[in-house]
């Protein structure tokens, strides 16, 4: 198992442009989630996907859009990109028994935005 | 919303030493708690996961404990040594769709 995989490790973009941070798990897991992690911040939730099909917003989703077509993949798409989406982007899935598994986690996407 | 405070912020200590790490959090309808081992640069990694129905989670050196009604689970670290060094998160599931909610951390330095 490679477990949950990220692409790129790191990017650095220009205000206003788009990009796609992928995600991808080999566990079968239902649930998928994007993270993004500031200093002083902690991590915050972005979006989540309870399966293929179904996603939904979490604490800070503004700027950010996510679709999930199939169980594997979750990308996080950068719509417009600014500064204050300059991070360390963390996907992470997990099975969905009410909460119950460990949370396993890609290793981070280092965004910078000029 | 739940809130999840981890204090201190950072912690020195010296080699050999049993350390204890804490976590509080403020609604106490939680699904789990975990605690994950964040290294400079890298992803998070799971340390211990203590269901709600639960009081305590060991793995090796790591013992994890998990007060409900009082809103605290502790991590404690027997003998420490330097390859413990990192940052050490916990994390509540509570609400609908199981979402984690992190504290900041705390940066362990463990001095040879």
């Known amino acids: 198992n490679a477990g949950v995989t990220q692409t790129p490790k790191f990017q650095v973009l220009k205000t206003g442009q788009s990009m796609t941070l992928q995600c991808a798990q080999d566990m079968n897991h239902e649930y998928m989630s994007w993270y993004r992690q500031d200093p002083g911040m902690g991590l915050r939730l972005i979006h989540y996907s309870v399966g293929a099909g179904i996603t939904d917003q979490g604490e800070v989703p503004n700027g950010y859009n996510v679709s999930r077509s199939t169980t594997e993949d979750f990308p996080l798409r950068l719509l417009s990109a600014a500064p204050s989406q300059t991070s360390v982007y963390f996907c992470a899935s997990s099975t969905l028994a009410g909460g119950t598994d460990t949370q396993y986690f890609g290793p981070g996407t280092r965004l910078t935005v000029l | 919303k739940q809130e999840v405070t981890q204090i201190p912020a950072a912690l020195s200590v010296p080699e050999g030493e049993n350390l204890v790490l804490n976590c509080s959090f403020t609604?106490?309808?939680?699904?789990?708690l975990q605690w994950f081992r964040q290294d400079p640069g890298k992803g998070l990694t799971s340390l211990l996961l203590i269901q709600s129905s639960q009081r305590e989670q060991t793995s090796g050196r790591l013992n994890a404990s998990l007060d409900k009604s009082s809103g605290r689970s502790t991590l404690y670290i027997a003998a420490s040594q330097p390859g413990d060094s990192a940052t050490y998160l916990c994390?509540?599931?509570?609400?609908?769709?199981?979402?984690?909610?992190f504290g900041k951390g705390i940066t362990l330095s463990v001095r040879p």
């Open positions: 609604d106490s309808a939680i699904y789990n």
């Open positions: 994390a509540c599931v509570s609400g609908a769709n199981s979402k984690l909610t």
